[in-house]
């Protein structure tokens, strides 16, 4: 169990899919580039392949762990993380039921 506190430090927020290209080492990985509203795009590396086609991401709003510490993964950097759930019927990504303001806080 982790405490309210301990939840507080998560930084959820709402962040926009820019592009998504093949990881280069990695058959079930996608690099995704993100807008999560801090005027700078971001680099996160997804395990969404299988569920996902490249072409559907693209536009979507996600929700991102923001504040996570640089990762490399296969060789390639993530910074962030797109929340997903799984099951016996494969990934599916957590997305906003609507549209809202890129960076906006997830609480």
């Known amino acids: 169990m982790i405490t309210i506190e301990e ?37 996160v590396v997804a395990g969404i392949k299988g569920s996902y ?3 559907e991401l693209v536009g979507k709003q996600v929700v991102v762990v923001t504040n996570l510490a640089p990762a490399l993964l296969r060789g390639v950097e993530s910074n962030g993380m797109i929340l997903a759930a799984s099951d016996e019927s494969g990934i599916r990504i957590i997305m906003p039921e609507r549209k809202g303001t890129l960076g906006s806080i997830v609480k």
């Open 53 to 55: 086609a490249k072409e």
């Open 7 to 43: 939840f507080r430090k998560v930084e959820l927020k709402i962040a926009e899919i820019k592009e998504v290209n093949d990881h280069p080492n990695a058959d079930r990985l996608y690099v995704v580039t993100i807008d999560a509203g801090e005027g700078v795009t971001r680099q």
